[in-house]
């Protein structure tokens, strides 16, 4: 059994095969992870420190995956809603997957097409999905005075949602009511880089 085990390693190495380690995934009440300096689509960098509200949405969000792109018309009238000029949160997409379709140049021509009205970001580090706990795109996580009130999806259909769970988090921080449980996000696997 032990020659078994052995050579199924061996295989395993020889092959490249590895499952990237994942931290847990953060849990309510936890405090915002921190990031700084991460590149933008228009050209600026952002820190954690940057954003100043009292409400913050982070958007792990990519390129590439299909239902991410699906999001984004939802994404942006989300922003215009609650996170515009006037609005009452802070809203932050980054891209943490590597890929030719998910690096830098090609979300600055994502972004100009749609017209992306929020602060795309770019983490090749894939740090801020590590910290977060993060396993897909789009992937929504709410910070309320800097803890965790929500993680998750945006709604519950892709199609035809008829609860926007995003909206209820954030609308619970600012009113003081009970922000709706978490919930499994629904999107493509980020491709989580081998360490």
């Not at 020659?3 to 990237?20: D, E, H, N, Q, S």
């Not at 954003?51 to 239902?67: A, E, G, Y």
Request: overall charge positive.
């Amino acid at each position: 059994m032990f020659r078994t085990v052995a050579a199924l390693a061996a295989v395993i190495a020889v092959l490249g095969l590895a499952v990237a380690a994942q931290a847990a995934p953060l849990k309510v009440g936890s405090p915002m992870p921190t990031f700084a300096n991460l590149q933008t689509t228009d050209g600026k960098t952002i820190s954690v420190g940057d954003l100043k509200k009292d409400v913050v949405v982070v958007c792990i969000t990519c390129n590439h995956c299909p239902v991410a792109v699906a999001y984004e018309d939802r994404i942006i009238d989300f922003v215009k809603k609650h996170a515009g000029k006037d609005g009452k949160c802070d809203f932050i997409a980054i891209n943490v997957n590597n890929g030719e379709q998910d690096r830098l140049d090609a979300m600055k021509v994502r972004a100009k097409e749609k017209g992306f009205n929020f602060t795309y970001a770019y983490d090749p580090s894939q740090k801020i999905a590590r910290d977060l706990g993060a396993t897909k795109t789009p992937e929504f996580f709410v910070f309320h005075k800097g803890k965790l009130i929500y993680t998750g999806a945006m709604d519950d259909d892709m199609k035809k949602p008829t609860v926007c769970w995003l909206e209820k988090a954030v609308e619970s921080a600012l009113s003081g009511a009970q922000p709706p449980k978490c919930t499994d996000p629904v999107g493509c696997g980020i491709r989580f880089e081998k360490k």
